[in-house]
């Protein structure tokens, strides 16, 4: 059964980069089956999916994110990690990882990491 | 952007209640639906997947109908470990979008 869980620091300055790890556990970040995403969560607020990577590489993200994200997958460590430059007090928020699967595409995010809150401040 | 909306925003029902949330998105959406349980403290959970499929080892009264833009999550039996959150989510286009929630409570 597979398990994530996010690591990261849990305060970042203002303008600076964030940069969180996903720990994949009970089974191989490189099966075919599975795609790989982050997915945030201001505190009080919604679900915001911020994009998805599969073993290869190959990455899609959300165009509201996107020339901030960056992520990467290190197969031989079975993690995938997040990185998000330029923030500001608005990228606060509990960041979740989770496995993206589905039958024909990538659709759900099944299961979910605990999350790790992530707090913008000088 | 695919649009999501859900109603209501919250609700507050008895145990044992027949429970109906429904979501909206804005566009025709096929049946790329998934719903999901989030409880306070925690993450997410997969509920219901493709509008109707329910997750394995989720309680059958849970169930989930529609397709194209209008559809709708049932508890037919509420029970007190069912307080949570309720998103819908589609991903018949990039990017993932959710709904914005809906609130569940005990009367």
């Known amino acids: 059964q597979l398990q994530l869980q996010e690591s990261g620091p849990g305060v970042v300055k203002p303008s600076e980069t964030l940069s969180l790890t996903c720990s994949v556990s009970?089974?191989?970040?490189?099966?075919?089956?599975?795609?790989w995403g982050w997915i945030r969560q201001p505190p009080g607020k919604g679900l915001e999916w911020i994009g998805t990577i599969y073993y290869s590489g190959s990455t899609d993200y959300n165009p509201s994110l996107k020339s901030r994200v960056t992520m990467s997958v290190d197969t031989s460590k079975n993690q995938f990690s997040l990185g998000l430059t330029s923030v500001t007090v608005t990228d606060t928020a509990m960041y979740y990882c989770?496995?993206?699967?589905?039958?024909?595409?990538?659709?759900?995010?099944?299961?979910w990491g605990q999350g790790t809150l992530v707090v913008v401040s000088s | 952007d695919i649009q999501m909306t859900q109603s209501p925003s919250s609700l507050s029902a008895s145990v044992g209640d027949r429970v109906t949330i429904t979501c909206q998105a804005s566009?025709?959406?096929?049946?790329?639906l998934n719903w999901y349980q989030q409880k306070p403290g925690k993450a997410p959970k997969l509920l219901i997947y493709?509008?109707?499929n329910l997750e394995t080892g989720v309680p059958s009264r849970f169930s989930g109908s529609g397709s194209g833009t209008d559809f709708t999550l049932i508890v037919s039996s509420l029970q007190p470990e069912d307080i949570a959150t309720y998103y819908c989510?589609?991903?018949?286009?990039?990017?993932?979008?959710f709904g914005p929630g809906t609130k569940v409570d005990i009367k």
């Open positions: 566009q025709d959406i096929t049946n790329y």
């Open positions: 009970g089974g191989s970040i490189s099966n075919s089956l599975y795609y």
């Open positions: 989770a496995t993206v699967w589905g039958k024909y595409t990538p659709g759900w995010f099944d299961p």
């Open positions: 493709d509008a109707s």
């Open positions: 989510q589609q991903y018949d286009n990039l990017p993932f979008t």
